[in-house]
């Protein structure tokens, strides 16, 4: 089989047509792109909403009897324990986060799960059952009112348990809780200022925070997102070029020779996807590095960012790959190069524009952004860019399995589809 694949690997490397097409080609396009849109920048993507917990260890109407309770033992009239209790009721910063926990805008983002104590949360937690938990403890609310309406000297906080400090989901918790505090501290100094008037206080229009600029990340330029998505695009076409080159081998009885050799139908398949997979690793490598090297276009990233991206580049590979063997079954067993050729033009052009490879689709329709996140190409350019804006690899470890389940149902048809007893 390895004779097969270095075959593969010198055919493409004199092939000055190809070489042009899986490297110069797509080199030039960046470079065009690149200094025709140099204002273009990219910074929302998409995020799955994520599980997080929410435990509450009092309830508010137990914070309200206790309260009470203190305003009883403080000797306060009746008339003045009445005036403070709606007016705690009115600033009650439970129901607040609450409300904000519930509102749509948070809930594109995450998805609150309330649990019965810490222990639960924090084994959920361990599990990866959810991405974090957010801990109401006990006198929360009366640490609030004591502070406000009574002057008293004490500290309100706000538990929050993260799986990875460090990460997106990470980020977005602490920007909801955040910004949630900051708002809610002026929101009561602006209703004592005026005497409590109930309008003053009013919370839910608001928009707790920007999730999409918290990003530590610069936004994306207009060469890094086009090195992405010509990288993506013309690995496409690594798949036609080789499924092409079986083809024609096939007219020059190449296979005979091989069965005349004891080689294994089967094997010839399995050399298409190994060639298919590492020949699109070295063009993707290759582009990605001159690139850098020329434009800077990932310039200063960890060494963090550089292990994820090679992981990913494999995936994409594999993929690549897959297509490649799927193409040269279909072809031998049609006997007909039309397959490799419409593959080439057509379809290729179509999931480059559904993968964003062009232009961003998602500024257009949503819809097309998702159903471009079915492709493979789409899927992997969704997964450098969010590489790029400080994702982890856990965090588009759904894409990469999508698309490796792509992968593995394409092998699994190739190997159906390929004429296992006459290659000739």
Same mark, same amino acid.
Request: charged fraction near 20%; hydrophobic fraction near 45%.
């Given at each position: ?206 928009? %707790? ?15 890094? %997102? ?54 699109? %690793? ?50 031998? %067993? ?91």
């Amino acid at each position: 089989m390895l004779h097969l694949i270095k075959k593969d690997f010198q055919l493409l490397s004199r092939s000055k047509s190809d070489l042009m097409e899986l490297l110069l080609m797509p080199f030039i396009l960046i470079s065009i792109l690149g200094f025709a849109l140099g204002n273009l920048t990219v910074t929302e993507f998409s995020i799955e909403p994520f599980p997080v917990a929410v435990v509450e260890e009092q309830t508010s109407k137990e914070a309200m009897s206790q309260f009470e309770e203190r305003l009883t033992e403080m000797g306060l009239e009746e008339s003045e324990r009445n005036q403070l209790l709606i007016i705690a009721e009115e600033l009650d910063p439970r129901r607040e986060l609450q409300n904000v926990l519930e509102s749509e805008e948070v809930n594109e983002w995450i998805v609150p799960l309330e649990m019965t104590s810490q222990e639960v949360a924090v084994e959920a937690l361990a599990e990866g059952d959810v991405s974090g938990v957010i801990v109401i403890p006990e006198g929360f609310s009366n640490h609030i009112w004591e502070k406000v309406l009574l002057n008293e000297e004490t500290v309100s906080e706000l538990e929050l348990k993260l799986l990875d400090f460090q990460s997106v989901r990470g980020d977005i918790l602490r920007s909801i809780t955040t910004t949630f505090v900051d708002r809610y501290n002026l929101e009561v100094s602006v209703a004592l200022a005026l005497e409590g008037r109930q309008e003053s206080f009013q919370t839910a229009d608001m928009t %707790y925070g920007e999730v999409v600029s918290l990003n530590a990340e610069e936004p994306i330029s207009s060469f890094q %997102y086009y090195t992405i998505g010509m990288g993506m695009m013309f690995a496409l076409y690594t798949a036609p070029a080789l499924s092409s080159r079986a083809f024609k081998e096939k007219e020059q009885h190449v296979f005979g020779r091989l069965m005349v050799s004891g080689t294994k139908p089967l094997n010839y398949l399995t050399s298409k996807l190994i060639s298919g997979t590492w020949i699109t %690793y070295i063009q993707v490598a290759i582009l990605f590095g001159l690139s850098t090297f020329i434009f800077g276009t990932f310039s200063g990233r960890d060494s963090t960012f550089w292990l994820n991206t090679a992981f990913a580049t494999l995936v994409l590979a594999f993929v690549v790959g897959a297509i490649t063997s799927l193409l040269t079954s279909i072809t031998l %067993y049609s006997n007909s190069n039309s397959t490799s050729s419409t593959f080439n033009g057509l379809i290729v052009t179509v999931f480059a524009f559904l993968g964003g490879s062009i232009t961003p689709v998602g500024q257009f329709s949503q819809s097309l952004k998702e159903l471009g996140n079915w492709t493979p190409n789409g899927a992997m350019m969704t997964s450098y860019l969010q590489l790029m804006q400080g994702f982890s690899l856990e965090e588009i470890a759904p894409l990469l399995i999508r698309v490796l389940v792509m992968a593995v149902l394409l092998i699994l048809i190739s190997i159906a589809v390929f004429p296992k007893r006459r290659l000739d």
